[in-house]
């Protein structure tokens, strides 16, 4: 659905970033998603494999690394991680905490070749 | 070599929502986000929501759709001003579409403008266009089991509209299960029961939008 257009943003910032180095090739594209965002491992990958040909991230991997839920409670302090279903304060049961983790869609960091 | 990126995948569509938002603010717009997957009831809900709001705020409305003018026809026929977005194909409105949309409409006449998205449970939710809030609706013969298929777009809205309130009977919509996970996957939003072509319960739902709508204007004023 729209992780091709995801995919699409991330190689866009990527050969932005490669170029600006002159690079000739993006060997990996390193990525954070957060476990609370709808924006699956599979579809993600099905969509670097259809958009990288032809590109000069051709060959190379994308790499996801997936951050869990976390919340902070407002009246005791606690962070906690979480299931999504299971927000509530493990220590004090309140129920309305602040979601401090878990939302990410951050591009990090581009591994490039360069010709010498 | 390794380069050090740090920013979000959708930079581009969050600085949109950044310039759309900033325009909404000088000219006091509130703008609703408004999802639910296709014929849950989003027109149906936009048009009674304008019957019960129309004497109080000049309003207009954004109508994002794959293809058609089908639903902005219908708000222009009640005579309100609509734009229609098609998106040819993609599953969702974002920040540029919006940014072009508004200029097609005279911003200082309107008080709420309301989005409706294109039909779809999971991607609009990625994505923000400046909005002031976003609301879901789920219909009853959708099923009480959808929080549990599709958690995020519970979690991300403000409040949870239950439409087609009249058919709860028929479909054996387990409402006490539908709240208690609701509650848990957003335990701040309001759930409101309405039915949007009938009437039923659609002015708790007004009420709360109104509050929300002078909310942000008193909190405009004091700055
Ligand atoms: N029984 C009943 N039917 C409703 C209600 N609200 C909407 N409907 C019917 O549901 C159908 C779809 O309503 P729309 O308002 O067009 O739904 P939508 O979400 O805007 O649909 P798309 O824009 O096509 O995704 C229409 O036939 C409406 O008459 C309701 O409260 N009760
Ligand atoms: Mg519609
Ligand atoms: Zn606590």
């Known amino acids: 659905m729209h992780e091709m257009g995801i995919c699409q943003s991330i190689l866009d910032a990527s050969f932005e970033a490669a170029e600006a180095e002159g690079a000739t090739r993006i060997k990996e594209i390193r990525i954070s998603v957060g476990e609370l965002t709808e924006v699956v491992d599979f579809a993600l990958q099905f969509a670097f494999e259809s958009l990288s040909p032809g590109t000069l991230a051709e060959g190379g991997k994308l790499v996801v690394n997936r951050i869990p839920a976390k919340s902070r409670c407002p009246s005791c302090g606690t962070e906690f991680e979480h299931d999504r279903f299971e927000t509530t304060c493990p220590e004090c049961g309140n129920p309305f905490n602040e979601n401090i983790a878990g939302r990410e869609l951050l591009i990090d960091s581009v591994d490039v070749e360069k010709d010498d | ?223």
Not at chain 2, 72 to 97: F, R, W, Y
Not at chain 2, 119 to 139: R, W, Y
Not at chain 2, 197 to 204: C, E, I, L, M, Q
Request: proline share 4%; glycine share 6%.
């Open chain 2, 1 to 223: 070599m390794e380069i050090d990126l740090s920013k979000p995948i959708l930079d581009r569509n969050e600085r949109l929502a950044e310039e759309n938002r900033r325009v909404f603010d000088e000219k006091g717009v509130f703008v609703l986000d408004l999802m639910a997957s296709p014929g849950a009831g989003k027109t149906s809900t936009i048009l009674a929501t304008i019957d019960a709001l129309r004497d109080r705020y000049g309003i207009a409305v954004i109508e994002g759709d794959i293809a058609s003018k089908v639903d902005a026809e219908k708000i222009s026929a009640h005579g309100i001003p609509a734009v229609q977005i098609n998106t040819g194909g993609a599953c969702h409105l974002e920040s540029d579409m919006i940014q072009r949309a508004i200029s097609a409409l005279d911003l200082d006449e309107i008080d709420l403008l309301i989005i409706e998205n294109v039909g779809n449970l999971v991607c609009p939710t990625e994505f923000n266009l400046g909005e002031n809030a976003k609301v879901m609706i789920l219909s009853v013969p959708e099923g009480h089991d959808k929080p549990y298929k599709y958690p995020n777009i519970f979690e991300i809205s403000e409040a949870v509209i239950l439409n087609k309130y009249d058919t709860v009977s028929v479909f054996d919509f387990d409402e006490d299960d539908f709240r208690s996970v609701v509650g848990k996957l957003n335990p701040r939003a309001p759930i409101f029961p309405i039915s949007a072509t009938k009437g039923d319960g659609v002015s708790a739902w007004t009420e709360w939008l109104a509050g929300r709508i002078d909310a942000a204007r008193a909190s405009a004023e004091e700055v």
